[in-house]
């Protein structure tokens, strides 16, 4: 008996060796402008640093970063699936921000009309990577409510990693990171692949011809 239970166990060793792994799909970042990455890959939903409670995909960590220290943001909602979200839009895959002023740090509704203005220099038409902004004119938005940015992105299912994100800072982990890039706008000559650490330049023009449809946002989270 124990040298068939030897042989089984040998077997099932062999078997599961066989079977095919699966691996979190690599990332890859390519700066398309001074403040516009596509990141190819690698999403993940995680903890934002400073904010207990509130999720976001990976990708977005470093924008979160340079949003904060410019502009004094405070996160209310990231990854959401709660019902005062929008089912379509950007919070259910992580890939949307609630943001009121950080008053402990100092900041104010004044901060948070820049940030506004910036993402959304007219009505409606949002500055990339941004693909929805909800602020004053939106309902449930606005100064003294508070402002919600969406990211650009290709089609993905509720619960679920879209497989292509446009950011304003290429993500460090695993896609290289291109740097601490320019606030200004403008589009680069060339754009910069980054990959597991490495970089290199590459002429190939990159537009973001795979975005997922625009849903607005009715609802959101405030102070």
Same mark, same amino acid.
């Given at each position: ?9 040998? %077997? ?33 939903? %995680? ?35 709660? &019902? ?7 919070? =259910? ?6 943001? %009121? ?16 203005? $910036?993402?959304? =220099?007219?009505?409606?038409? &949002?500055?990339?990577?941004?693909? $929805? ?23 993905? &299912? =509720? ?46 023009? %990159? ?5 997922? =449809? ?10």
């Amino acid at each position: 008996m124990k040298g068939r239970a030897s042989i089984g166990a040998s %077997v099932l060793v062999a078997l599961v060796a066989m079977m095919p792994t699966t691996s979190p799909a690599k990332m890859r970042s390519v700066e398309i402008s001074k403040n516009v990455c596509q990141t190819t890959g690698g999403g993940r939903f %995680v903890d934002i640093p400073g904010f207990p409670g509130e999720k976001i995909d990976r990708r977005l960590l470093k924008d979160i970063k340079f949003l904060r220290r410019k502009y004094n943001i405070f996160i209310t909602d990231g990854y959401s699936t709660d &019902p005062a979200h929008s089912a379509n839009g950007e919070h =259910p895959i992580g890939l949307a921000l609630d943001i %009121v002023p950080n008053f402990a740090a100092g900041g104010d509704w004044n901060d948070i009309d820049r940030l506004a203005k $910036w993402a959304e =220099p007219v009505q409606n038409q &949002p500055r990339a990577p941004f693909r $929805w902004v909800g602020y004053n004119g939106d309902a449930n938005h606005g100064r003294g409510h508070h402002l919600h940015l969406s990211y650009s992105h290709s089609a993905t &299912p =509720p619960r679920t990693p879209a497989e292509t994100v446009y950011s304003l800072r290429c993500p460090d982990d695993g896609g290289g990171g291109g740097g601490e890039q320019s606030d200004s706008g403008g589009i680069s000559t060339g754009a910069r692949a980054t990959s597991g650490g490495g970089s290199g330049i590459s002429t190939r023009s %990159v537009t973001p011809t795979d975005l997922a =449809p625009v849903h607005t946002e009715t609802g959101g989270v405030s102070l």
